[in-house]
C-alpha cells in the first residue's frame, strides 16, 4: 500500500503579508539614513528640514513615570509636522478662508523589534576565567512583549531618548497606536508604534488680590 505524505501550508495571504513585512523592514533597514552626531549643541534650522520626513536608523529608550525602560538599539524612526489651520467656508464663493493658529505635534513613526536575550557564562580552559556574552535567545520574547505592552498601553506622557529626536528637542510623547507585525522570526516581534510629541505647560494663576473685578 503506497504512503503518501501531505503538507499543510498557511493560506496564501498570510504569507504573502508575512514576506511583504519581512521585505519592507531589510528594505527599510538598508535605505533608511543612518544618523550623524554632529558637535552641536543647537539644531539648525537646515538640520531640522534635512530630517524630516526622511526614515533615520537611530537608538530609543522609552521610560514611564515609574522609571521602568526598554531600550532599542536600533530602530528606524520618521518624524513629520503638520499645521493647525482652521478653514471657513463662504456661502457662494469658492474654496474657503484659512486661519493659521499654530504647528501641529510631531508625528513619529518608530518600527523595532523585541528580541529575547540570555546572558552565557562561557569558562576559558587555559586562563581558568570566563567571559559573559550576550546572546539572543531562540524563543519568542512573550514576557518583554507583555511588559513592553503595559508601557504603550498606558495613558500618561512617556519620556523618550534619542539622538535623532533630540534634533527636533522631542524629549517626551504620548502613544497614538501601536501594532504587532508578522514576521518570519520566531525570536522575534516587529511593532510599528506611532506617537505624537508632547511639551510639558505651566499655567501661572494669579492671587484673587491681585485679580481686578469690574462691576
Known sequence: MEKFTSFQ???LEKTVKSAGVNLSYKFG?????PLVNKDKLEPSFNEIADNMGVPTLSSLIITNKEGKSFEFVDCIMTVNQEKNIVTTALQGRDGTI??????GDYNISIMLGVVNYADIYIPNIITGLGTDVTYASAEYPLERIREFHEILASEETLSVASPFLSIFKIESAVVKS???????FGNRQSIKIEMLSDYPYEIKLKEQKDVEVKK
Open 9 to 11: 501550508f498557511p493560506p
Open 98 to 103: 484659512k486661519e493659521y493658529i499654530s504647528k
Open 178 to 184: 501601536y501594532a504587532l507585525e508578522q514576521e518570519t
Open 29 to 33: 533597514m538598508q535605505t533608511s539614513k
